[in-house]
């Protein structure tokens, strides 16, 4: 799969993939999206003090590079489990440019995250592990999972991975979700919406990054 690196309108850098149309991230902010919808109204509004985090698609790292950055900061113990099919290259990572966006160390945590073996728990810092799965989630068994309390479902869009957002996905989602527990996403799509209910969950419409009117945010009862 073609990926070509391109700047976005917060100066930090994603991936592009031309044959899908389809970027990892915001073009009006890869930094900027993911720390409002993943670390704003996913990590810092759930209320767990150790929370368990499981990420859909780990793509550039960016979503586990801020929530490292704000565990350590809060001194708040973190599990973070990501799971993603199509690892990207040493060489695309070595041109994405977080870490020097945001601090020395967001720098060097960046580099831990990358460097950690895959299917293995890594402690990245005192205040959090890692576990990064190369898995495909439609084929993937989630009894192998620890309940969870945060989840970052962050796929490309339903138009272009449908297989993804599927409502028997939201089901075992659900399944593995502690009480109280809350699934982040970009998209607001009102067919997304309505699986996620159906799956059990609570869902609500939030105000969306910059160039998004809306975003999900759906909680386990």
Known sequence: MQRKIISTED???TLFIPEMDEQYHSVNG???ESEYVYLDKGYRHN???TPV???IGFGTGLNALLTAVEAEKKKRRTIYISLEKYPIEATEIEQLNYGSLISEEAEELFSALHNSEWNVKTEISPYFHLLKLKT???QFSFEELPMVDVIYFDAFGPDKQPEMWNEEIFRKLYGISNSNANLVTYSAKGEIRRRMER???ISE??????GKRQMLRATRP
């Open 11 to 13: 100066g930090s850098k």
């Open 47 to 49: 209320q767990s003090a």
């Open 53 to 55: 985090i499981l990420e």
């Open 136 to 138: 495909d989630l439609t």
């Open 199 to 201: 799956s059990g969950y």
């Open 30 to 32: 890869a930094l900027t």
């Open 205 to 210: 419409r939030l105000p969306g990054p910059p």
